[in-house]
Protein backbone atom coordinates (compact mmCIF):
# COMPACT_ATOMS: atom_id res chain seq x y z
CA UNK A 1 0.00 0.00 0.00
CA UNK A 2 1.65 3.29 -0.81
CA UNK A 3 2.11 5.88 2.03
CA UNK A 4 -0.54 8.42 0.34
CA UNK A 5 -3.08 7.68 -1.72
CA UNK A 6 -4.67 9.95 -4.04
CA UNK A 7 -7.80 10.14 -6.68
CA UNK A 8 -6.50 9.10 -9.70
CA UNK A 9 -8.37 11.51 -11.67
CA UNK A 10 -8.10 12.97 -14.39
CA UNK A 11 -11.26 15.90 -13.37
CA UNK A 12 -12.78 17.72 -16.21
CA UNK A 13 -14.74 20.21 -15.02
CA UNK A 14 -16.14 23.46 -15.70
CA UNK A 15 -15.32 26.69 -15.35
CA UNK A 16 -16.65 28.04 -11.87
CA UNK A 17 -17.76 24.73 -11.02
CA UNK A 18 -17.06 23.54 -7.13
CA UNK A 19 -14.42 19.78 -7.31
CA UNK A 20 -13.05 18.41 -4.00
CA UNK A 21 -9.95 16.32 -4.11
CA UNK A 22 -9.55 13.30 -1.49
CA UNK A 23 -5.99 12.11 -0.41
CA UNK A 24 -5.61 9.09 2.48
CA UNK A 25 -2.62 8.46 4.28
CA UNK A 26 -1.40 5.42 5.62
CA UNK A 27 1.43 6.01 8.36
CA UNK A 28 -0.79 7.46 12.04
CA UNK A 29 2.73 8.83 12.72
CA UNK A 30 2.28 11.77 9.95
CA UNK A 31 2.18 14.75 11.43
CA UNK A 32 2.25 17.94 9.22
CA UNK A 33 -0.06 17.53 5.69
CA UNK A 34 0.15 20.05 2.93
CA UNK A 35 -1.59 20.10 -0.50
CA UNK A 36 0.81 21.14 -3.30
CA UNK A 37 0.09 21.84 -7.13
CA UNK A 38 2.37 20.85 -9.33
CA UNK A 39 1.76 22.58 -13.02
CA UNK A 40 3.38 20.79 -15.91
CA UNK A 41 7.00 19.81 -15.88
CA UNK A 42 7.29 22.38 -13.28
CA UNK A 43 8.35 22.37 -9.60
CA UNK A 44 5.82 21.76 -7.38
CA UNK A 45 4.42 24.59 -4.58
CA UNK A 46 2.64 24.97 -1.73
CA UNK A 47 -0.73 25.74 -1.91
CA UNK A 48 -1.53 25.36 1.67
CA UNK A 49 -1.06 23.76 4.75
CA UNK A 50 -3.55 21.62 6.15
CA UNK A 51 -5.16 21.60 10.05
CA UNK A 52 -7.06 19.69 12.60
CA UNK A 53 -9.24 22.34 12.30
CA UNK A 54 -9.67 22.98 8.85
CA UNK A 55 -8.16 26.05 7.17
CA UNK A 56 -9.43 28.22 4.16
CA UNK A 57 -7.72 30.57 1.72
CA UNK A 58 -10.20 32.63 -0.34
CA UNK A 59 -11.92 29.88 -2.90
CA UNK A 60 -9.59 26.61 -1.21
CA UNK A 61 -10.81 25.02 1.83
CA UNK A 62 -8.51 21.55 3.28
CA UNK A 63 -10.06 19.19 5.89
CA UNK A 64 -7.77 16.75 7.61
CA UNK A 65 -9.65 13.87 9.48
CA UNK A 66 -6.96 12.32 11.72
CA UNK A 67 -9.04 8.96 12.65
CA UNK A 68 -9.50 8.20 9.39
CA UNK A 69 -6.25 9.26 7.93
CA UNK A 70 -8.17 11.68 5.52
CA UNK A 71 -7.40 14.62 3.56
CA UNK A 72 -9.51 16.87 1.43
CA UNK A 73 -8.90 20.05 -0.47
CA UNK A 74 -12.30 21.94 -1.84
CA UNK A 75 -11.80 24.43 -4.97
CA UNK A 76 -15.12 26.86 -5.50
CA UNK A 77 -15.46 28.78 -8.23
CA UNK A 78 -12.82 27.26 -10.13
CA UNK A 79 -10.97 29.19 -12.73
CA UNK A 80 -8.97 28.41 -15.66
CA UNK A 81 -5.58 29.39 -13.93
CA UNK A 82 -6.46 26.08 -11.43
CA UNK A 83 -6.09 23.48 -13.83
CA UNK A 84 -2.51 21.57 -12.83
CA UNK A 85 -1.86 18.92 -10.85
CA UNK A 86 -2.85 18.73 -7.08
CA UNK A 87 -0.35 16.61 -4.89
CA UNK A 88 -1.12 15.47 -1.58
CA UNK A 89 1.65 15.46 0.81
CA UNK A 90 2.46 14.56 4.72
CA UNK A 91 5.40 14.46 6.72
CA UNK A 92 6.00 12.92 10.18
CA UNK A 93 8.14 16.10 11.37
CA UNK A 94 5.66 19.12 13.55
CA UNK A 95 8.93 21.59 12.40
CA UNK A 96 8.80 20.86 8.73
CA UNK A 97 12.42 19.40 8.26
CA UNK A 98 11.27 15.98 7.80
CA UNK A 99 11.29 14.18 4.65
CA UNK A 100 8.08 15.76 2.61
CA UNK A 101 5.90 12.11 1.49
CA UNK A 102 3.77 13.01 -1.74
CA UNK A 103 0.98 11.44 -3.70
CA UNK A 104 0.28 10.63 -6.91
CA UNK A 105 -1.65 13.94 -7.75
CA UNK A 106 -4.93 14.23 -9.30
CA UNK A 107 -5.09 16.22 -12.35
CA UNK A 108 -7.13 18.50 -12.92
CA UNK A 109 -8.53 20.28 -15.59
CA UNK A 110 -11.14 23.33 -16.16
CA UNK A 111 -13.10 23.46 -19.34
CA UNK A 112 -13.87 27.01 -20.25
CA UNK B 1 9.75 34.26 -0.09
CA UNK B 2 12.95 32.34 -0.72
CA UNK B 3 14.24 31.46 -3.91
CA UNK B 4 15.93 28.18 -5.49
CA UNK B 5 17.66 27.43 -8.81
CA UNK B 6 18.81 24.70 -10.89
CA UNK B 7 21.15 24.13 -13.54
CA UNK B 8 20.89 23.07 -15.81
CA UNK B 9 17.30 23.20 -16.23
CA UNK B 10 17.66 20.44 -19.13
CA UNK B 11 20.53 18.17 -20.14
CA UNK B 12 20.85 15.29 -23.12
CA UNK B 13 24.05 13.22 -22.44
CA UNK B 14 25.33 9.62 -24.25
CA UNK B 15 24.69 6.65 -21.91
CA UNK B 16 27.82 6.07 -19.57
CA UNK B 17 28.45 9.67 -19.21
CA UNK B 18 28.13 11.53 -15.76
CA UNK B 19 25.97 14.34 -15.27
CA UNK B 20 26.37 17.29 -12.63
CA UNK B 21 23.34 18.91 -11.50
CA UNK B 22 23.63 22.41 -9.57
CA UNK B 23 21.08 22.95 -6.47
CA UNK B 24 21.60 26.65 -5.09
CA UNK B 25 19.61 28.52 -2.90
CA UNK B 26 20.02 32.77 -3.62
CA UNK B 27 18.41 34.36 -0.88
CA UNK B 28 19.33 32.38 2.06
CA UNK B 29 21.00 30.27 4.11
CA UNK B 30 20.25 26.48 3.61
CA UNK B 31 21.84 23.51 6.05
CA UNK B 32 19.58 21.04 4.38
CA UNK B 33 18.67 20.47 1.29
CA UNK B 34 16.68 17.15 -0.30
CA UNK B 35 16.62 15.82 -3.78
CA UNK B 36 14.00 14.29 -5.83
CA UNK B 37 13.26 12.21 -8.77
CA UNK B 38 9.68 12.48 -10.72
CA UNK B 39 9.27 9.98 -13.56
CA UNK B 40 6.36 10.59 -15.79
CA UNK B 41 2.78 10.13 -14.24
CA UNK B 42 4.70 9.52 -10.86
CA UNK B 43 5.02 11.15 -7.86
CA UNK B 44 8.18 12.87 -6.14
CA UNK B 45 10.20 10.72 -4.82
CA UNK B 46 12.55 11.25 -2.30
CA UNK B 47 16.57 10.64 -3.09
CA UNK B 48 18.69 12.08 -0.37
CA UNK B 49 19.07 14.06 2.50
CA UNK B 50 21.57 16.49 1.88
CA UNK B 51 23.31 18.60 5.39
CA UNK B 52 25.84 20.88 4.68
CA UNK B 53 29.37 19.38 5.96
CA UNK B 54 28.04 16.16 6.36
CA UNK B 55 27.60 13.15 4.02
CA UNK B 56 24.14 12.82 2.93
CA UNK B 57 21.16 10.41 4.05
CA UNK B 58 20.00 8.24 1.31
CA UNK B 59 16.60 6.09 1.21
CA UNK B 60 16.66 3.31 0.53
CA UNK B 61 17.30 1.55 -2.77
CA UNK B 62 18.98 4.76 -4.14
CA UNK B 63 22.76 3.95 -4.88
CA UNK B 64 24.45 6.31 -3.23
CA UNK B 65 27.64 5.74 -5.11
CA UNK B 66 25.88 6.58 -8.40
CA UNK B 67 24.41 9.73 -7.33
CA UNK B 68 26.97 11.51 -5.31
CA UNK B 69 25.57 13.81 -3.40
CA UNK B 70 28.11 17.46 -2.19
CA UNK B 71 26.85 19.96 0.02
CA UNK B 72 29.69 22.01 0.23
CA UNK B 73 27.97 24.85 1.37
CA UNK B 74 25.56 26.64 2.88
CA UNK B 75 23.72 27.73 -0.63
CA UNK B 76 25.14 24.48 -2.93
CA UNK B 77 24.14 21.55 -2.89
CA UNK B 78 24.80 19.53 -6.23
CA UNK B 79 23.84 16.19 -7.44
CA UNK B 80 26.49 13.76 -9.49
CA UNK B 81 25.04 11.01 -11.84
CA UNK B 82 27.65 8.70 -12.52
CA UNK B 83 27.70 6.93 -15.61
CA UNK B 84 24.33 7.24 -16.63
CA UNK B 85 21.63 5.46 -18.23
CA UNK B 86 18.62 5.49 -19.94
CA UNK B 87 16.76 4.63 -17.14
CA UNK B 88 18.15 7.32 -15.24
CA UNK B 89 15.91 10.11 -17.35
CA UNK B 90 13.61 11.68 -15.06
CA UNK B 91 12.75 14.90 -13.31
CA UNK B 92 15.36 15.71 -11.00
CA UNK B 93 14.41 18.25 -8.52
CA UNK B 94 15.41 19.92 -5.60
CA UNK B 95 14.52 21.88 -2.16
CA UNK B 96 16.22 23.61 0.37
CA UNK B 97 14.73 23.84 3.94
CA UNK B 98 14.40 27.90 5.19
CA UNK B 99 12.84 29.22 8.10
CA UNK B 100 9.61 30.99 7.77
CA UNK B 101 7.73 32.52 10.39
CA UNK B 102 9.59 30.25 12.53
CA UNK B 103 9.03 26.83 10.82
CA UNK B 104 10.73 25.19 8.27
CA UNK B 105 9.57 25.32 4.69
CA UNK B 106 11.05 23.25 1.87
CA UNK B 107 11.34 25.35 -1.23
CA UNK B 108 11.91 23.67 -4.47
CA UNK B 109 13.90 24.59 -7.73
CA UNK B 110 12.35 24.38 -10.91
CA UNK B 111 13.80 21.26 -11.80
CA UNK B 112 16.44 19.37 -14.35
CA UNK B 113 15.43 17.02 -16.98
CA UNK B 114 17.84 14.26 -17.92
CA UNK B 115 17.72 12.37 -20.93
CA UNK B 116 19.88 9.46 -21.33
CA UNK B 117 20.41 8.17 -24.96
Known amino acids: RKEVEQDPGPFNVPEGATVAFNCTYS??????FFWYRQDCRKEPKLLMSVYSSGNEDGRFTAQLNRASQYISLLIRDSKLSDSATYLC?????????????FGTGTRLTIIP | GAVVSQHPSRVICKSGTSVKIECRSL??????MFWYRQFPKQSLMLMAT?????????EQGVEKDKFLINHASLTLSTLTVTSAHPEDSSFYIC?????????????FGPGTRLTVL
Open chain 2, 50 to 58: SNEGSKATY
Open chain 2, 27 to 32: DFQATT
Open chain 1, 89 to 101: VVTKSNFGNEKLT
Open chain 1, 27 to 32: NSASQS
Open chain 2, 95 to 107: SALAVVHSYNEQF
